[in-house]
Structure formats: structure tokens, C-alpha cells
T-cell receptor, first 116, second 111 residues
Framework: SAVISQKPSRDICQRGTSLTIQCQVDSQVTMMFWYRQQPGQSLTLIATANQGSEATYESGFVIDKFPISRPNLTFSTLTVSNMSPEDSSIYLC?????????????FGSGTRLTVV | KQEVTQIPAALSVPEGENLVLNCSFTDSAIYNLQWFRQDPGKGLTSLLLIQSSQREQTSGRLNASLDKSSGRSTLYIAASQPGDSATYLCAVNFSARQLTFGSGTQLTVLP
């Protein structure tokens, strides 16, 4: 299976600041996906990141709040900007992983963000 | 709207019991269905993936079934252990590139 290294694993941040989350994959992948899991909720897709093009955002998520970079086929970052307590969530990256099966997915270990 | 529902939301069983977790989805036109495990505050670990053409998949004590026509999947855990305690998430691939998740079943296996 693909191995995803996600950093940081957790952070506590002041409101109004920004945090950048990194995901490094051990193989080249076309698309990387960023999800948010609010407390007690299930996962919601934020955006899909392709190398060499702008990320595609889902309804309710905007680039100014969640800018994404995808500089190469193994790396992506998600920034949570101008944070408020409502941004406290677990953020996860994911890639399509052929080892799981056709259209199967592997997830990173998550970033647990608390905004105070 | 394509939705995924998991019942029950929480389940507590004594060690050694066999159990079934349920997942239902609203659209039978799926690519596949994937079961994940999530430990508190952590990421997701893939357990089983069932393609739309398959009826079931097995891995160790886990067996997942899929009935597309009725929009249902079950995850069967045999001889449960305290280490199985976690939240189990069902995710349906309706569009090949995006997973739609259920809200999860929080399982507690009591020693």
C-alpha cells in the first residue's frame, strides 16, 4: 500500500493565524485529496489537488480559506488560513492506491487541529 | 443526493462476540465500497474494499458483503477483541474520484 506521511500530527493554534499541513507520499500519484473531520462528524472532502493545476474545491470550501499547493507528484500542502475555533478538526489527506484495489484509497494519519 | 448511512451509531459488546455493522447507501450505481477503521484522533486504516461486481471480501476475522440492488453492505467481525474497539467508517465511491462517508459506528469491545 501507499505510505503517506502527514505533518504535523497535531497542533494548537491561536485564532487569526494560519497552519500549513504537509502530506508526502512514497509513490507518484495523479491526485491527492484533502478531507476535514469536524468533532463527532464524518469526513467531508475539501478539495482535490492535481499536480500542475489549481485545486478543485467542493461546495462550501474556498481557496482563500484553504489554499492548496501541489508542486510535484508526491507532495501537497493544505493551509488553514485566518483560523477560528470552528476550524478545529482533524484534517486528512488521501490518495488513490492501486494496492487497495481499483479506485481504492489510502489515508494519512491525520492532523488534529485545535484553535483557541 | 447520494448519501451513506451507518447503523448503529454506537455498539458495545463483550469480548468474543460476533457482530455485524451495517451501511446503507442511496444510489446503487457505485464503483466500490470501502470499510475503514479509525482510532480516536487518528487517521483512517483501510480494512476491506468491495468492487461493485463483487459480493463479499474477507480478511482474517473480517468479512464485508455488498448487495448493490438493496443499497446495503455489512461488516462482520468474528470473535471480537478489545483491540477491535474503534470507529468503523463505510465509504462509498459513487463517482470514482470521491468517497462519500457514513457517520460511522463506534464499537467498544469489553474485556
Amino acid at each position: 500500500s501507499a505510505v503517506i506521511s502527514q505533518k504535523p500530527s497535531r497542533d494548537i493554534c491561536q485564532r487569526g493565524t494560519s497552519l500549513t499541513i504537509q502530506c508526502q507520499v512514497d509513490s507518484q500519484v495523479t491526485m491527492m485529496f484533502w478531507y476535514r473531520q469536524q468533532p463527532g462528524q464524518s469526513l467531508t472532502l475539501i478539495a482535490t489537488a492535481n499536480q500542475g493545476s489549481e485545486a478543485t474545491y467542493e461546495s462550501g470550501f474556498v481557496i482563500d480559506k484553504f489554499p492548496i499547493s501541489r508542486p510535484n507528484l508526491t507532495f501537497s500542502t493544505l493551509t488553514v488560513s485566518n483560523m477560528s475555533p470552528e476550524d478545529s478538526s482533524i484534517y486528512l489527506c488521501s490518495v488513490e492506491d492501486p494496492a487497495q484495489g481499483s479506485y481504492g484509497y489510502t489515508f494519512g494519519s491525520g492532523t488534529r487541529l485545535t484553535v483557541v | 443526493k447520494q448519501e451513506v448511512t451507518q447503523i448503529p451509531a454506537a455498539l458495545s459488546v463483550p469480548e468474543g462476540e460476533n457482530l455485524v455493522l451495517n451501511c446503507s447507501f442511496t444510489d446503487s450505481a457505485i464503483y466500490n465500497l470501502q470499510w475503514f477503521r479509525q482510532d480516536p484522533g487518528k487517521g483512517l486504516t483501510s480494512l476491506l474494499l468491495i468492487q461493485s461486481s463483487q459480493r463479499e471480501q474477507t480478511s482474517g476475522r473480517l468479512n464485508a458483503s455488498l448487495d448493490k440492488s438493496s443499497g446495503r453492505s455489512t461488516l462482520y467481525i468474528a470473535a471480537s477483541q478489545p483491540g477491535d474497539s474503534a470507529t468503523y467508517l463505510c465509504a462509498v465511491n459513487f463517482s470514482a474520484r470521491q468517497l462519500t462517508f457514513g457517520s460511522g459506528t463506534q464499537l467498544t469491545v469489553l474485556p
